[in-house]
């Protein structure tokens, strides 16, 4: 079945404690990204990746790394998370045919206190 | 500045048809899109315009002006299921940049 699978689904922690949320999907897509997802703001792209060891900064990257060693894997690493990241966050991938739609993983939220 | 307006909310009768706006001013379009998503859930891919048109997909239709910037969504024999935000994405340029100027989406509640 093809999908994009994000682990934890649910987590909170504690400011400064480092987490990272682990993303893969099965369909060979080249384009992966991070969305955060919050009340009023709508969907906001934090990094994306064009392919392995490609990547780039969205419109909201502070505070985000990211890395892309293969084409499958494209984990969102929170150095130092404080409360401003709680938030509902969305791997996504697509192909880079102009046409390609975004699949989504089924999101991760994260409760930093 | 970038802008995708849709309205916040809406209610409609189970077996009706609703339709729903969005209108854009971006810098650039090539071709938008309508995700559904259900509360908790991930977004899931309903329908890409890049011509002028209908794009009819079984209940669900999609509608686009580039002149007027402006989609909408026809969603025909409402079930309950089709209670869930609807949300409009732009993109902004051609070939592979996967830009994408999204709305904040509409909430629809389907009553029986």
């Known amino acids: 079945e093809a999908q994009v699978t994000q682990n934890p689904r649910y987590l909170i922690t504690v400011t400064g404690k480092k987490l990272t949320v682990t993303c893969s999907q099965n369909?060979?897509?080249?384009?992966m990204s991070w969305y955060r997802q919050d009340p009023g703001l709508g969907l906001r792209q934090i990094y994306y990746?064009?392919?392995?060891?490609?990547?780039d900064k969205g419109d909201v990257p502070e505070g985000y790394k990211v890395s892309r060693k293969e084409k499958r894997n494209f984990p969102l690493i929170l150095e130092s998370p404080s409360p401003n990241q709680t938030s509902l966050y969305f791997c996504a991938s697509a192909q880079l045919a102009p046409t390609g739609e975004l699949f989504f993983g089924e999101g991760s939220r994260l409760t930093v206190l | 500045g970038q802008n995708i307006d849709q309205p916040t909310e809406m209610t409609a009768t189970e077996g009706a048809i609703v339709q729903i706006n969005c209108t854009y001013q971006t810098s650039g379009f090539n071709g938008l899109f309508w995700y559904q998503q259900h509360a908790g859930e991930a977004p899931t891919f309903l329908s890409y315009?890049?011509l002028d048109g209908l794009e009819e997909k079984g209940r669900f239709s999609s509608f686009l002006s580039r002149s007027k910037g402006y989609s909408y969504l026809l969603l025909k024999e409402l079930q309950m299921k089709d209670s869930a935000s609807y949300l409009c994405?732009?993109?902004?340029?051609?070939?592979?940049?996967?830009?994408?100027?999204w709305g904040l989406g509409t909430s629809l509640a389907v009553n029986p």
């Open positions: 990746s064009m392919n392995v060891e490609v990547t």
């Open positions: 315009n890049v």
């Open positions: 369909m060979n897509h080249e384009y």
């Open positions: 994405a732009v993109k902004l340029s051609a070939g592979n940049n996967r830009k994408l100027i």
